[in-house]
């Protein structure tokens, strides 16, 4: 039986692994909603990036001896149903689905933050930390590629970064 630590890392684990399987799906609405195929191959790669994520995070919760989390959430189905309602009133509006990746992105953000406060195994926290900063990044690039929305195709966004520093 796991003891009371193991638990709680396993649990906020599972949190993150939700959260990631979230923003899989997510991506991969958002990618069938918009006009560019820029934004559909960068949305794409970063449904793939949370998958891995996912997976890094179903692996650390087996190797402590946990159950791990094998779906998103609830309340991020309902998200990926308002994407859904808002691409087909919009007419898919790009900037739309762009803002509405963002909001997902903030939620994956504070998700790993909320994680990162949480006293963890330095091995756990490793993991939790490289994940994080390149949600951080996939955020901050949607961002950008919110507020050029409409700017020229050739803004100079050169898609996500899935590699770790």
């Known amino acids: 039986m796991a003891n009371a630590g193991t638990k709680d890392y396993v649990s906020t684990l599972n949190d993150l692994i939700e959260t990631c399987k979230d923003g899989e799906e997510g991506f991969k609405k958002a990618a069938e909603n918009v006009q560019r195929t820029d934004l559909k191959n960068v949305f794409q790669q970063f449904s793939l990036q949370r998958a891995q994520f996912a997976a890094e995070l179903q692996q650390e919760v087996a190797r402590i001896g946990g159950k791990p989390e094998t779906s998103g959430s609830v309340s991020a189905a309902m998200h990926r149903g308002w994407i859904d309602v808002k691409g087909s009133v ?63 195709a050739g803004s100079g966004f050169d898609g996500p970064h899935m590699t770790r520093s």
């Open 90 to 152: 919009s007419g898919k509006d790009d900037h739309s689905v762009l803002e509405e990746a963002e909001r997902g992105e903030d939620m994956a953000v504070n998700a790993y933050q909320e994680a990162l406060g949480k006293d963890l195994p330095s091995d756990i926290r490793s993991l939790v930390e490289s994940e994080y900063q390149l949600v951080q990044k996939a955020h901050n690039q949607i961002r950008s590629m919110r507020d050029h929305t409409g700017a020229a």
